[in-house]
């Protein structure tokens, strides 16, 4: 017989870390909005979408513009990339 278990952990971040999590929740929303705005521009113009790795490329440029997108750890971001990426991949 199978039994699942689960656990539940609530954590009490202090000052410093709500402002990183807010941080990084809204650089990676800002990443995703943006480069899905591409998207749809380079689809529309082209009829074919843009990949992963070319946006990807274009974001350290994007972070050379916006000094605020380094605050952040680069992997939220990079994920935030990646499922837009996904996302279009089973469209």
Not at 9 to 29: D, H, M, V, W
Request: glycine share 4%; with cysteine; net charge positive.
């Amino acid at each position: 017989m199978l039994v699942n278990k689960a656990y539940k952990f609530r954590i009490y971040p202090n000052k410093e870390q709500e402002i990183l999590i807010a941080k990084t929740i809204g650089c990676s929303r800002f990443v995703y909005n943006h480069f899905l705005a591409r998207w749809n521009d380079t689809y529309k113009e082209t009829g074919k979408g843009l990949t992963y790795n070319s946006c990807s490329a274009e974001l350290t440029q994007l972070k050379k513009e916006f000094v605020w997108l380094k605050e952040v750890d680069s992997v939220a971001i990079q994920s935030s990339l990646k499922n837009l990426a996904d996302s279009y991949s089973r469209f």
